[in-house]
């Protein structure tokens, strides 16, 4: 079975210029998350996806951030204007479960970003 | 909001040893609490689940135990190798997920077995 993918593996941008990252979840897998990685930390959830529709973003920054889900399968992030605090590891998971389901989540290999 | 606890310095141990990792949380208990793997440079793998009402989980030489009155949560590795070597993330579901799944991550512990 083919694990999540994300691309590209590394970026490196200047502050204030836009960058975007993909996503293509495990075939089947009803819901899609992104997370942001801070060197150190664990990950944070930045938005939720249950096939394509949003179940959180609360701690999306929404000034800055977006992110889509077109037909329920790939997704994109994108970050425009990026800010030096951006700097992090932006990781995609998918899982099977819908609501009231209690699944493990599939973590793609991640996204280092650089903002310099 | 929910605040996890896992030991910040690595833990170091020689090899054959049992490896004890520790996630403390506090405010509102868990229906359940993951643990995942993560090597440098990979997103993290999922290891073990246990709910809320169970007290042990095991998988393989992984234990989980789940202690709803101490909100702790232990994660023992027997027999430990070289190869466990990784930081080991402790994440607690949400009770603001609507139903969906969310989790919360803690910092992780980093784990060291020394041949």
């Known amino acids: 079975e083919a694990g999540v993918a994300q691309s590209p593996r590394y970026k490196i941008i200047e502050k204030r210029q836009s960058v975007a990252f993909w996503c293509n979840p495990i075939?089947?897998?009803?819901?899609l998350y992104w997370y942001q990685q801070i060197l150190g930390q664990g990950p944070k959830l930045l938005i939720q996806?249950?096939?394509?529709?949003?179940?959180?973003d609360s701690q999306l920054p929404k000034d800055r951030f977006s992110a889509e889900r077109l037909k329920g399968v790939d997704s994109t992030l994108k970050i425009q204007p990026a800010k030096l605090e951006d700097s992090a590891v932006y990781l995609c998971?998918?899982?099977?479960?819908?609501?009231?389901?209690?699944?493990?989540?599939?973590f793609g290999p991640g996204t280092r970003l650089t903002v310099l | 909001s929910q605040k996890i606890e896992q030991n910040s310095e690595a833990l170091n141990i020689q090899e054959g040893k049992t490896a004890t990792l520790t996630c403390n949380y506090t405010?509102?208990?868990?229906?359940?609490l993951q643990w995942y793997r993560q090597d440098p440079g990979r997103g993290p793998v999922f290891l073990l689940l246990?709910?809320?009402?169970?007290k042990e989980k095991r998988k393989e030489r992984l234990k989980v135990t789940f202690d709803t009155t101490l909100k702790q949560s232990l994660f023992h590795i027997t027999a430990s190798q070289p190869a466990d070597s990784a930081t080991y993330l402790c994440?607690?579901?949400?009770?603001?997920?609507?139903?969906?799944?969310?989790?919360?991550f803690g910092a992780g512990t980093r784990l060291a077995v020394h041949p």
């Open positions: 075939s089947g897998h009803a819901t």
């Open positions: 405010n509102y208990s868990p229906a359940y």
């Open positions: 246990i709910r809320e009402n169970e």
């Open positions: 994440a607690l579901d949400s009770p603001f997920s609507g139903g969906y799944n969310k989790l919360i």
């Open positions: 996806f249950q096939n394509n529709g949003v179940v959180d």
């Open positions: 998971a998918s899982s099977l479960g819908g609501a009231g389901m209690v699944t493990e989540q599939f």
